[in-house]
Structure formats: structure tokens, C-alpha cells
T-cell receptor, first 116, second 113 residues
Framework: DTEVTQTPKHLVMGMTNKKSLKCEQHMGHRAMYWYKQKAKKPPELMFVYSYEKLSINESVPSRFSPECPNSSLLNLHLHALQPEDSALYLC???????????????FGPGTRLTVL | AQSVAQPEDQVNVAEGNPLTVKCTYSVSGNPYLFWYVQYPNRGLQFLLKYITGDNLVKGSYGFEAEFNKSQTSFHLKKPSALVSDSALYFCAVRFKSNYKLTFGKGTLLTVNP
């Protein structure tokens, strides 16, 4: 199984709502990533988890709160978002954060988020 | 710092013609290089990667890419384009000493019937 799954596919929320994005992989990967992608732009790294611990926070506002409950799951909790946060949110995973040549990232299909 | 440039925002080709999507990189040392494709409203799909060895790398869906160290380029190619190849293509680079992917800005490929 070389698949990363993400739910929901689409999410519309108001600025006062609290919602969560979910990501799952069953490849035994120990590194998981959240990216934000605006239309026709490259993905921007938000967070990196390694062995269920947060390794990197790319100066993301606190209204985005990641969580890694176990090695297969990665959540992104959303609260008090702004309309400019509307984007495609991509999850990815890799074997770990080691730099060997075969350690590539596998991406999920993304969640299309619209903030009203 | 590592960086990737995709000089063309858009590439248009006719179906059946060869296609090239350009990528150049700027890193010190020898990087790992990747191509990803993104179809509308979808996530990124891995196409191919260059690690070491043969400069011509073959990937999914008939795509290939040629690594040129002297020109620091990694252009994506396909001998005969299909309408279904129309998508957004991203080149990415990773240092051998770093796990982070740095993406180019993307090139929108349109294959016309």
C-alpha cells in the first residue's frame, strides 16, 4: 500500500468554526508533513513530524494546530481561520527524515478548504 | 541555499508532438531531483527522480528526464504528448544532507488535440 489518504476532500467553514483535517498512511513511514498550496503555486511546507514528535514548524500561525496521535495518523486542527487560509492542504509521508536516496515523499490527494 | 527554477509558466504542445518542461537548479554539491505532476483538484503524484548514475531517468506514464550537471538542468521530456498529460508539473530538489523538498513554481502543460 503506497497510499496517503486525506479526509475530507472538501471543507467549507466559517471564521468562527473549529474543524480538523485528517491524514493517514499505512506504509510504516515515520515522517509526516503538512503543506499548504494556493492555486497554481507550489506547495509550502507547514509542519513536519518525525516519530510522532513535531520537528519543524515553519512559522505557521497558531490558528493551525497539528497533532500526530500515532505513527499512521496526522491531524490538522483549524480554529478562527481567515479567508486567506483558503487553499489545498496536502499531507505527505516519507520513511523518516534521513537523507538517503530512496527517502522520497508520497503525497495525499489533499483537502480543499474554503473559509468564508 | 537550494533553489529551483521553472522558466516557463505555461507550455502548449499538440498531441503527438514531443514535449519538454524545463527545470534548472541551484545547489552546492549533488542534489536529488524530482518531478511531480498535479492534475486539477488532485494532490501531487511522483513521476521520477534522479539520484545518481545514468543521466537519463525514466519514469511513469512514458516520461523521462535528463540530468545535465554542467548546465544544472533536469528537463522533463516525453516523445509523444497525450491530451491526458495536460496538468501542472513541479520540479523539486533536495539536498543529500537535508530532507526538505524545494519546489519550482510549476509549469502548466496543455496538450491540444
Amino acid at each position: 500500500d503506497t497510499e496517503v489518504t486525506q479526509t475530507p476532500k472538501h471543507l467549507v467553514m466559517g471564521m468562527t468554526n473549529k474543524k480538523s483535517l485528517k491524514c493517514e498512511q499505512h506504509m510504516g513511514h515515520r515522517a509526516m508533513y503538512w503543506y499548504k498550496q494556493k492555486a497554481k503555486k507550489p506547495p509550502e511546507l507547514m509542519f513536519v513530524y518525525s516519530y510522532e514528535k513535531l520537528s519543524i514548524n515553519e512559522s505557521v500561525p497558531s490558528r493551525f494546530s497539528p497533532e500526530c496521535p500515532n505513527s499512521s495518523l496526522l491531524n490538522l486542527h483549524l480554529h478562527a481561520l481567515q479567508p486567506e487560509d483558503s487553499a489545498l492542504y496536502l499531507c505527505a509521508s516519507s520513511q523518516d527524515l534521513a537523507t538517503h536516496e530512496s527517502n522520497e515523499q508520497f503525497f495525499g490527494p489533499g483537502t480543499r478548504l474554503t473559509v468564508l | 541555499a537550494q533553489s529551483v527554477a521553472q522558466p516557463e509558466d505555461q507550455v502548449n504542445v499538440a498531441e503527438g508532438n514531443p514535449l519538454t518542461v524545463k527545470c534548472t537548479y541551484s545547489v552546492s554539491g549533488n542534489p536529488y531531483l524530482f518531478w511531480y505532476v498535479q492534475y486539477p483538484n488532485r494532490g501531487l503524484q511522483f513521476l521520477l527522480k534522479y539520484i545518481t548514475g545514468d543521466n537519463l531517468v525514466k519514469g511513469s506514464y512514458g516520461f523521462e528526464a535528463e540530468f545535465n550537471k554542467s548546465q544544472t538542468s533536469f528537463h522533463l521530456k516525453k516523445p509523444s504528448a497525450l491530451v491526458s498529460d495536460s496538468a501542472l508539473y513541479f520540479c523539486a530538489v533536495r539536498f543529500k544532507s537535508n530532507y526538505k523538498l524545494t519546489f519550482g513554481k510549476g509549469t502548466l502543460l496543455t496538450v491540444n488535440p
